[in-house]
């Protein structure tokens, strides 16, 4: 993450951030140009975590050019893991989360639990269960 992924994930953030007016508009889907042959296709979701949970599966094609985190970034999403990630969560609910955890008292457990029953009730149900909790 430190060295390879986070500062791969720098200059489409600011991309994004900036084509989306600051995440206010919403982007149409984003396209990869790559040149090379080694392709993947990769489906992500139903864990999609989104305020306004209008995606629900995504179809990256990755390559060494095109990693599923950049990727994922430019869709305006944050992933769980560097390689394949199976949930990825919306720029705007982490904004939402860092604001909340600055305003509350610690207690991620109490977090965790009450961000996977609210998403349970949209739909978003978690095969593993804690799972955002570890």
Same mark, same amino acid.
Request: charged letters at 15%; a negative charge; aromatic letters at 10%.
């Given at each position: ?42 489906? =992500? ?14 179809? =990256? ?42 305003? =509350? ?30």
């Amino acid at each position: 993450w430190d060295r390879d992924v986070i500062p791969a994930l720098i200059h489409p953030y600011m991309e994004y951030m900036r084509e989306s007016q600051r995440g206010q508009v919403p982007l149409d889907s984003p396209s990869i140009h790559c040149s090379c042959t080694v392709h993947g296709i990769y489906l =992500l979701g139903p864990e999609l975590t989104t305020f306004d949970l209008g995606l629900d599966y995504i179809e =990256l094609c990755i390559c060494p050019c095109a990693p599923a985190p950049v990727q994922l970034v430019k869709w305006g999403l944050f992933p769980c893991s560097p390689v394949h990630p199976a949930l990825a969560v919306s720029l705007e609910m982490l904004e939402f989360v860092s604001e909340l955890f600055v305003h =509350l008292a610690p207690n991620e457990a109490a977090w965790a639990d009450t961000l996977v029953k609210f998403l349970a009730r949209w739909g978003h149900v978690f095969k593993a269960q804690d799972s955002l909790c570890r």
